[in-house]
């Protein structure tokens, strides 16, 4: 499931918090390993609403990975959330 940041009461002005990160709970012990993604390309340097920061994410059994989209970004990106802290993310060509 995607995680939404943690914001302060008094936001600082030039607070970007990283929106991008997935949880990954086992739901056998409820543990939860968070991981962080970057946004594509087409999110730097701009400020954007958070809906459009939103990504899409499912899971495809016949791969074994999970397939990402996001709203302003035309590619999609593949990942098995095997790396300890972060998705690499592979565009679909």
Same mark, same amino acid.
């Given at each position: 499931?995607? =995680?939404?940041?943690?914001?302060? !009461? ?8 990283? *929106?991008?990160? !997935?949880? /990954?709970?086992?739901? +056998?012990?409820?543990?939860?390993? #968070? ?5 594509? #390309? =087409?999110? +730097?340097?701009?400020? !954007?609403?958070?809906?459009? /920061?939103?990504?899409?994410?499912? *899971? ?6 999970? =397939?990402?989209?996001?709203?302003? +970004? ?11 802290? +972060?998705?690499?993310?592979?565009? =679909?060509?």
């Amino acid at each position: 499931m995607q =995680v939404l940041p943690i914001m302060p !009461i008094e936001i600082p002005e030039n607070f970007n918090p990283k *929106y991008n990160k !997935i949880a /990954k709970i086992d739901l +056998s012990d409820g543990s939860v390993k #968070e991981f962080e993604i970057d946004y594509p #390309e =087409v999110y +730097s340097d701009k400020n !954007i609403s958070q809906q459009l /920061k939103m990504m899409s994410i499912i *899971y495809n059994d016949k791969i074994d990975k999970f =397939v990402i989209s996001y709203p302003l +970004s035309d590619d999609l990106y593949v990942t098995d959330f095997n790396q300890e802290s +972060s998705a690499i993310l592979h565009p =679909v060509n």
